[in-house]
């Protein structure tokens, strides 16, 4: 049964990236929706990724699981290739590789072939399932969409992924294809965000998961200027940029993202202090959910808590729910989290 309608700015987690007052400090995670939940594998019943992320129904449910921990957020089940697949490239999910294209686009033909635009139709799946979601929860919760930023999203175009030396490799060899890569991709990310806030995400995360291996120069090339064009082009809710376990925090508080994402390179009370202005996501280890006790978890989060200080900050992980993660450490660090009193 639906909820009743509660406006955006009224949510827990939009108040905190908003900046404002809250009454305590609102906690979801990435990948909260995955493999480490046995109820996951239940729904997704041997589906290949990409089949299971399309139909609607299920992957809609895959996505309101993690609120029986209560949570304070649903981020959507779909894959940061969900867009290049709309844009006319087909992708397959391999174990122990991750997304892996059809055929990696490696010349300008190729590229030439991606749609910079392409139609809401061609990922209809995602605001359905959005829209389904709506329909399905049973208590107010505010629905978040995602988008990967071109750099990351580009090295899966190409059949590099997190092969740095790989991509450099590529793009030395390719720099006008590697241009236009990252100028298409740009532009479907805009349109896609837009299409999400339209439909009534709200809020939405970037993701640039490889950009934090880049030296500065190539950061400064290929990653924070499409940051700031795509977080200038898609406005209206909250807006989070992550990029995994990046040194460049100067440079991700100059995109204009409304809360940056940390890892455990920073630590979260400098980074309050230096940039008071400024709204923070994390920065708890995922390897403590992921090997730890309960126990451990617990005073994990509440070191983590502490740091933050109680306002312009949102409880989450340096990375993804890994799928090795006991159920028990991720109830203990959602219930630590709501029970947190400062």
Same mark, same amino acid.
């Given at each position: 049964?639906?909820?009743?309608?509660?406006?955006?700015?009224?949510?827990?987690?939009?108040?905190?990236?908003?900046?404002?007052?809250?009454?305590?400090?609102?906690?979801?995670?990435?990948?909260?929706?995955?493999?480490?939940?046995?109820?996951?594998?239940?729904?997704?019943?041997?589906?290949?990724?990409?089949?299971?992320?399309?139909?609607?129904?299920?992957?809609?449910?895959?996505?309101?699981?993690?609120?029986?921990?209560?949570?304070?957020?649903?981020?959507?089940?779909?894959?940061?290739?969900?867009?290049?697949?709309?844009?006319?490239?087909?992708?397959?999910?391999?174990?122990?590789?991750?997304?892996?294209?059809?055929? &990696?686009? +490696?010349?300008?033909?190729?590229?030439?072939? @991606?749609?910079? !635009?392409? *139609?809401? $139709?061609?990922?209809?799946?995602? =605001?359905?399932?959005?829209?389904?979601?709506?329909?399905?929860?049973?208590?107010?919760?505010?629905?978040?969409?995602?988008?990967?930023?071109?750099?990351?999203?580009?090295?899966?175009?190409?059949?590099?992924?997190?092969?740095?030396? &790989?991509? +450099?490799?590529?793009?030395?060899?390719?720099? @006008?294809?590697? !241009?236009? *890569?990252? $100028?298409?991709?740009?532009?479907? =990310?805009?349109?896609?965000?837009?299409?999400?806030?339209?439909?009534?995400?709200?809020?939405?995360?970037?993701?640039?998961?490889?950009?934090?291996?880049?030296?500065?120069?190539?950061?400064?090339?290929?990653?924070?200027?499409?940051?700031?064009?795509?977080?200038?082009?898609?406005?209206?809710?909250?807006?989070?940029?992550?990029?995994? $376990?990046?040194?460049?925090?100067?440079?991700?508080?100059?995109?204009?993202?409304?809360?940056?994402?940390?890892?455990?390179?920073?630590?979260?009370?400098?980074?309050?202090?230096?940039?008071?202005?400024?709204?923070?996501?994390?920065?708890?280890?995922?390897?403590?959910?992921?090997?730890?006790?309960?126990?451990?978890?617990?005073?994990?989060?509440?070191?983590?808590?502490?740091?933050?200080?109680?306002?312009?900050?949102?409880?989450?992980?340096?990375?993804?729910?890994?799928?090795?993660?006991?159920?028990?450490?991720?109830?203990?660090?959602?219930?630590?989290?709501?029970?947190?009193?400062?």
């Amino acid at each position: 049964m639906a909820h009743t309608l509660v406006p955006n700015h009224e949510h827990l987690l939009v108040q905190a990236a908003l900046g404002k007052p809250i009454k305590r400090i609102p906690v979801w995670a990435m990948r909260q929706a995955g493999r480490w939940d046995p109820e996951f594998h239940k729904i997704r019943s041997g589906l290949g990724f990409y089949d299971f992320s399309e139909n609607v129904e299920l992957a809609a449910k895959a996505s309101i699981l993690p609120v029986r921990f209560g949570v304070d957020a649903v981020i959507l089940f779909y894959d940061i290739t969900t867009l290049p697949v709309a844009m006319g490239l087909p992708f397959s999910l391999q174990p122990n590789i991750g997304p892996v294209p059809a055929t &990696a686009v +490696r010349d300008m033909e190729a590229v030439r072939e @991606l749609n910079p !635009h392409p *139609l809401p $139709e061609t990922y209809a799946h995602v =605001t359905n399932m959005l829209n389904r979601v709506k329909e399905t929860l049973d208590r107010p919760l505010p629905i978040l969409a995602f988008a990967g930023a071109p750099f990351t999203v580009a090295t899966y175009c190409i059949g590099t992924g997190k092969n740095i030396d &790989a991509t +450099r490799k590529f793009i030395s060899e390719q720099p @006008l294809v590697w !241009h236009e *890569l990252l $100028e298409r991709l740009t532009s479907a =990310t805009i349109d896609f965000l837009k299409t999400m806030i339209a439909s009534g995400a709200s809020a939405y995360q970037l993701f640039d998961s490889w950009a934090g291996m880049l030296t500065e120069k190539e950061y400064d090339m290929w990653a924070q200027p499409y940051h700031r064009r795509i977080l200038a082009g898609a406005t209206g809710i909250p807006r989070i940029l992550f990029v995994k $376990e990046c040194p460049f925090l100067d440079k991700q508080v100059e995109t204009g993202a409304d809360v940056i994402s940390l890892g455990k390179r920073h630590d979260l009370k400098e980074a309050r202090e230096k940039y008071p202005h400024l709204v923070f996501q994390g920065n708890l280890d995922e390897m403590i959910l992921r090997t730890g006790t309960p126990e451990q978890v617990k005073l994990a989060v509440l070191d983590c808590l502490r740091k933050g200080g109680g306002e312009k900050h949102i409880l989450n992980l340096n990375h993804g729910v890994d799928r090795t993660t006991p159920v028990a450490n991720f109830e203990t660090m959602v219930q630590t989290a709501l029970d947190f009193k400062g």
